[in-house]
């Protein structure tokens, strides 16, 4: 039975940094992904790696300041969040792709495992 447990959410002031951690069990994927949705809006990708070559990928949003990395030892995927703002708040979904669609690691439809989410809040 595949498995994906966020945890690592939280309330944190703006110019803080949280670290999110997915862990992984019941298979081996080929990429993992970091989602997030505020209320209202469209889910939206975060980031994303491929688990064998660890090439990551971001979104214009967050690059620079958010960065996605894998523990093959735990099959484990985090994502360590610095210089968070208020826009940053949202629940982060952690998700994963049995294959590897070149280009498609930003669309939520490449992913067929999703985690239940974990709550960021970034206060002003």
């Known amino acids: 039975q595949v498995q994906l447990v966020e945890s690592g959410g939280g309330l944190v002031q703006a110019g803080g940094s949280l670290r999110l951690s997915c862990a992984v069990s019941?298979?081996?994927?080929?990429?993992m992904g970091w989602f997030r949705q505020a209320p209202g809006k469209e889910r939206e990708f975060v980031a994303a790696?491929?688990?064998?070559?660890?090439?990551?990928y971001y979104a214009d949003s967050v690059k620079g300041r958010f960065t996605i990395s894998r523990d093959n030892a735990k099959n484990t995927v985090h994502l360590q969040m610095n210089t968070l703002k208020p826009e940053d708040t949202a629940v982060y979904y952690c998700?994963?792709?049995?294959?590897?669609?070149?280009?498609?690691?930003?669309?939520?439809?490449?992913?067929?495992?999703w985690g239940q989410g974990t709550q960021v809040t970034v206060s002003s």
């Open positions: 998700a994963a792709s049995i294959l590897y669609y070149t280009g498609s690691y930003y669309h939520t439809a490449t992913y067929d495992y």
């Open positions: 019941g298979r081996t994927f080929s990429t």
């Open positions: 790696i491929r688990w064998s070559s660890e090439t990551t």
